[in-house]
């Protein structure tokens, strides 16, 4: 069963995903990201890679697409704020993005 994050848990795994550009919400407890591409289809490649882990993985983003620009806010809503699964897809889609 998947736990709101600790405040330890916070302390530790957090701080690397703001370093990294993330953004902390917190009237929504979720952390945001912008992820900028070279063009529409790179931007594209990039959501349905992430896709396919946050199928896998059962947690799925809230997100929007613009042209080169994905807009990404990830929040558990089952426990109503963020969890390990956020912080694992935050990594992951940083990973695919080049930018981790």
């Given at each position: 069963m998947t736990e709101k994050l600790s405040d330890t848990a916070r302390d530790t795994t957090l701080e690397p995903l703001l370093d990294a550009g993330w953004v902390l919400d917190e009237s929504?407890?979720?952390i945001k990201k912008s992820y900028k591409f070279k063009d529409f289809t790179e931007a594209f490649g990039f959501?349905?890679?992430?896709?396919l882990w946050a199928e896998k993985w059962n947690h799925h983003p809230e997100w929007s697409n613009v042209y080169n620009t994905v807009e990404v806010t990830l929040t558990t809503h089952d426990v109503d704020g963020l969890s390990a699964l956020d912080v694992k897809?935050?990594?992951?889609m940083d990973g695919l993005s080049g930018a981790g």
């Amino acid at each position: 069963m998947t736990e709101k994050l600790s405040d330890t848990a916070r302390d530790t795994t957090l701080e690397p995903l703001l370093d990294a550009g993330w953004v902390l919400d917190e009237s929504r407890d979720a952390i945001k990201k912008s992820y900028k591409f070279k063009d529409f289809t790179e931007a594209f490649g990039f959501m349905t890679r992430a896709a396919l882990w946050a199928e896998k993985w059962n947690h799925h983003p809230e997100w929007s697409n613009v042209y080169n620009t994905v807009e990404v806010t990830l929040t558990t809503h089952d426990v109503d704020g963020l969890s390990a699964l956020d912080v694992k897809l935050a990594r992951k889609m940083d990973g695919l993005s080049g930018a981790g």
